[in-house]
């Protein structure tokens, strides 16, 4: 008589070793995430400020102590948040698409099942981003390192204020994930080839090759998405700006829903600084996204052999 097989596990299994690892990455890596918050937003100032000059600024508002700690509870929530989401979602979505598990999959199978995934996940965390820009971005100490208060920054304006810039939040978000999940077991594959060559097999040359694929992938996916993101942070920093007077419901709709309203940011920096402004930050960018998917791509598996979880996330 055939052995039964084992019952398949609950997709919601996944949940705590996607959780855990997304959560350590995001702490390791929030400190470069302040830079490159710093200088994406700076590209709508009128005066040109190197890294160190915006460093300094922050410094002498924030403290050293500052690129550890302002604005860092919402950059954790919303950067867990997001690739929870992304991740949970993504094998859900390719084998509801394609009927077939991501493994099973082809670039494209797998380029546009990430791509939907970051839909769900930038309505999770907009809120957050909006609260993790302004508390970044507070020279004058306003909300005192409160995510409270910048979130009631928002919030006081509408209901859906706390959404403004959902659609670059989405359209960031799905030309870096969708990009980076559709490469990530080839440049793994390249990488840990490289290692073995170098090293030899054996697991420490496994465990590198799964780090610099991971940083690969993340890094093709940040190249990609720079332009959309630094639009992104420029659009949200002008509607917390315009949050300092009521707002009218079309205004909000507008920060919130209309593409227009996004590529109009993008043409004010394009003839204010010309298309290179649109990569400013984009090393910081790179090493930020670059190196959260190398944490990624080596953690979340971490955690499931931990947990001792079989199903497939990537």
């Known amino acids: 008589m055939a052995a039964a097989s084992p019952p398949k596990q609950s997709p919601f299994i996944t949940l705590?070793?996607?959780?855990?690892?997304?959560?350590?990455?995001?702490?390791?890596?929030?400190?470069?995430?302040?830079?490159?918050?710093?200088?994406?937003?700076?590209?709508?100032e009128a005066a040109e400020l190197s890294t160190m000059q915006l460093l300094r600024r922050f410094v002498q508002a924030h403290g050293m102590i500052g690129l550890v700690s302002q604005g860092v509870l919402p950059e954790i929530a919303?950067?867990?948040?997001?690739?929870?989401?992304?991740?949970?979602?993504?094998?859900?979505?390719?084998?509801?698409?394609?009927?077939?598990?991501?493994?099973?999959?082809?670039?494209s199978t797998k380029l546009i099942a990430g791509m939907a995934a970051s839909l769900p996940s930038a309505l999770a965390i907009t809120p957050l981003e909006n609260a993790k820009i302004a508390l970044q971005l507070d020279q004058a100490k306003r909300f005192n390192n409160s995510m409270l208060a910048a979130a009631n920054h928002l919030w006081r304006r509408g209901v859906l204020a706390p959404y403004v810039g959902l659609q670059g939040t989405f359209t960031r978000s799905a030309i870096s994930f969708g990009p980076y999940i559709a490469t990530l077991p080839y440049c793994q594959a390249g990488t840990r080839r490289a290692c073995d060559a170098l090293l030899g097999h054996s697991a420490l040359s496994d465990a590198l090759g799964t780090l610099l694929g991971g940083l690969l992938a993340g890094s093709i996916g940040a190249a990609l998405n720079c332009p959309f993101d630094l639009v992104r942070t420029n659009l949200q920093k002008q509607a917390i700006a315009l949050a300092e007077k009521p707002?009218?419901?079309?205004?909000?709709?507008?920060?919130?829903?209309?593409?227009?309203?996004?590529?109009?940011?993008?043409?004010?920096i394009v003839a204010a600084r010309g298309v290179g402004a649109l990569y400013m930050g984009l090393t910081f960018k790179v090493a930020h996204i670059g190196g959260t998917g190398a944490c990624n791509a080596a953690l979340i598996p971490y955690f499931k052999r931990?947990?001792?979880?079989?199903r497939e996330v990537f």
């Not at 070793?17 to 890596?29: D, F, K």
């Open 78 to 107: 919303r950067a867990t948040a997001m690739r929870v989401v992304q991740f949970f979602c993504y094998p859900l979505i390719h084998e509801g698409l394609f009927s077939k598990k991501p493994s099973e999959g082809t670039p």
């Open 247 to 268: 707002m009218s419901t079309a205004e909000v709709l507008s920060l919130t829903f209309s593409p227009l309203r996004y590529l109009s940011v993008g043409r004010q």
């Open 306 to 310: 931990l947990f001792g979880i079989d």
């Open 16 to 44: 705590a070793p996607i959780s855990a690892g997304c959560m350590v990455s995001a702490g390791i890596m929030y400190p470069m995430d302040v830079v490159r918050a710093l200088k994406m937003a700076s590209a709508s």
